[in-house]
């Protein structure tokens, strides 16, 4: 059995709150709640179910993987912050997951042809996250790695015959709507992301990719 499980994995940079116990490669429990403005209420709570639902001890877990954008800034706050106080009060290590690489994971699992795919996630009014993935002979590769772009270049960075995922909704543009799940990041966490184990808490922030802009009060 890989040595990094059981792993603890958090999603919460959109509007999916979820937590997952992977027990081995293909074992899980997970939890997810679909709904704006629940995760600094939600997510404990669903961490201590999927806790108690596959028999684990959070002393027992061998790594906390946890989502870390680029998202909504307050949604990475609220897992980074979660991950970071259960790593510290049990002395685990945590592994700070790409979010979109992840979603592409997930998305990857779904197609069974080769393909080139867009994941397109909302920033802000103007802008948008795009990475761009390839499916060649059942292999995931990153053709372009996460970047913040203005959504009007949108059309020279996209071909017809690409596949489109994300939140955003486009004018020119399909796009399937996806929500990256925990059990995804867990997945993520153990194929890729063993040389990315930190107990530097400290130091580990989201990968927010833009300044955050407070609202104007009126």
């Known amino acids: 059995m890989n040595k990094l499980f059981p792993i603890l994995a958090i999603e919460t940079a959109g509007e ?15 939890l997810n709640h679909l ?11 669903m961490i201590d179910i999927v806790l108690a639902q596959s028999s684990v001890k ?9 989502s870390m954008g680029p998202g909504s800034f307050t949604g990475l706050r609220i897992g980074a912050a979660a991950a970071k106080g259960l790593a510290f ?8 997951v790409k979010t979109l690489d992840a979603l592409a994971l997930q998305i990857f699992e779904s197609i069974s042809q080769d393909v080139t795919f867009n994941i397109i996630s909302s920033a802000s009014i103007d802008e948008v ?5 390839q499916i060649i002979e059942k292999k995931l590769e990153v053709k372009t790695q996460t970047k913040l772009v ?37 997945k ?17 922030e989201p990968n927010y990719l833009k300044q ?6 009126l």
């Not at 194929?191 to 580990?204: A, E, K, M």
């Open 16 to 30: 999916m709150c979820s937590a997952a116990v992977l027990l081995d490669e293909k074992i899980f429990v997970e």
């Open 58 to 66: 959070l002393k027992e877990i061998k790594a906390v993987a946890v």
């Open 89 to 96: 009060g049990s002395s685990l290590p945590i592994i700070p």
């Open 129 to 133: 996250y795009f990475a761009k993935y």
């Open 150 to 186: 203005e959504r009007t270049a949108l059309e020279n960075l996209t071909l017809s015959n690409e596949l489109n995922f994300g939140n955003v909704i486009l004018s020119n543009t399909e796009i399937t709507n996806v929500h990256l799940r925990a059990g995804t990041v867990g």
């Open 188 to 204: 993520w966490a153990y194929l890729f992301g063993s040389d990315l184990l930190t107990f530097d808490y400290d130091n580990l």
């Open 212 to 217: 955050f802009v407070g609202k104007r009060r």
């Open 35 to 45: 709904q704006k403005h629940i995760h600094s209420q939600k997510l404990i709570e």
